[in-house]
């Protein structure tokens, strides 16, 4: 079983960054498509940026694109959310999470019901 940790969450103003990191407990190296989620209070979860295992196709959510940049660093099992130009809009508990691809071939997913493994969440504040 996987085991998920997320860091780097805390307060930033409006247009300020952020880093979000996950760490994995097993090596993660082309193993698992990983994705980003977040659920800010009273909401869904939302999916906000997912990336394949070998780290060469990503996908965002529509709000995101431009503001926010997924990698993932296969050595080191850890993944990561760049996020810039934040608003208040992104303030959220964010979430990282390890699916499984249907085939050999190389996926991004972008449901929740795709995804087995679920860190705990860090949280995230964007004050205006």
Known sequence: QVQLVESGGGLVQAGGSLRLSCAASERTSRR?????FRQ???KEREFVAAISRSGGSSVY???VKGRFTISRENAENTIYLQMN??????TAVYYCAAGSCRSVYECTLIRTDDYTYWGQGTQV???S
């Not at 130009?85 to 992104?90: A, I, K, M, R, W």
């Open 61 to 63: 959510q529509d709000s």
């Open 85 to 90: 130009s934040l608003e208040p809009g992104d």
């Open 32 to 36: 698992y498509p990983m994705g980003w």
């Open 125 to 127: 504040t964007v004050s």
């Open 40 to 42: 800010a209070p009273g």
